[in-house]
T-cell receptor, first 110, second 113 residues
Framework: QKEVEQNSGPLSVPEGAIASLNCTYS??????FFWYRQYSGKSPELIMS????GDKEDGRFTAQLNKASQYVSLLIRDSQPSDSATYLC??????????FGKGTMLLVSP | DTAVSQTPKYLVTQMGNDKSIKCEQN?????MYWYKQDSKKFLKIMFS???????INETVPNRFSPKSPDKAHLNLHINSLELGDSAVYFC????????????FGPGTRLTVT
């Protein structure tokens, strides 16, 4: 059973701080990793993808991947109250299907 | 224009009934999916379907069956509903070669009483 693990949170940060969200995965052969954001009562939306070790930046978001440690993270700089949501880590598996973690709830307080 | 739509948005029904949830996408995608999100917010793939093959998550009971009348639609049929089927069901779609970039529908909240 391939697994993706995340701390369910909530992770609380003040506005303007850096939020750090973490994810580990069990399948050492995984190559593709994604972060989805899900607002309460809404559907998930893709915000970041990463395939190579290191950092990938997109605006206020930075995804980090360490395949040796089987670890993926998402950093959100200058966190805003509108970033308050659940962040789902996902790993591409067999048959090009996504395996999601349970998500980390982020709360950004004004 | 709605990219991925689902009907109904809410579905309340009794144990033992048979129900269907409809999904339509107007993105021209060739792969569609059904996910189940339980009360703990765990989002789990149920089916992946394109015009060539159906991929089934082996943990899904055979009471659940996807039906695709055409490329733009993938409906979910559920027979003999059980209490444990209560969840939010999401439809999604993507291009087969960009399976990571899935567009999700708004979800259908199914409550089985």
């Amino acid at each position: 059973q391939k697994e993706v693990e995340q701390n369910s949170g909530p992770l609380s940060v003040p506005e303007g701080a850096i939020a750090s969200l973490n994810c580990t995965y069990s399948d050492r052969g995984s190559q593709s990793f994604f972060w989805y954001r899900q607002y309460s009562g809404k559907s998930p939306e893709l915000i970041m993808s990463i395939y190579s070790n290191g950092d990938k930046e997109d605006g206020r978001f930075t995804a980090q991947l360490n395949k040796a440690s089987q670890y993926v993270s998402l950093l959100i700089r200058d966190s805003q109250p509108s970033d308050s949501a659940t962040y789902l880590c996902a790993v591409m598996g067999r048959y090009s299907t996504l395996t999601f973690g349970k998500g980390t709830m982020l709360l950004v307080s004004p | 224009d709605t990219a991925v739509s689902q009907t109904p948005k809410y579905l309340v029904t009794q144990m033992g009934n048979d129900k269907s949830i409809k999904c339509e996408q107007n993105l021209g995608h060739d792969t569609m999916y059904w996910y189940k999100q339980d009360s703990k917010k765990f989002l789990k793939i149920m089916f992946s379907y394109n015009n060539k093959e159906l991929i089934i998550n082996e943990t899904v009971p055979n009471r659940f069956s996807p039906k695709s009348p055409d490329k733009a639609h993938l409906n979910l049929h559920i027979n003999s509903l059980e209490l444990g089927d209560s969840a939010v069901y999401f439809c999604a779609s993507s291009q087969t070669d960009r399976a990571y970039e899935q567009y999700f529908g708004p979800g259908t909240r199914l409550t089985v009483t």
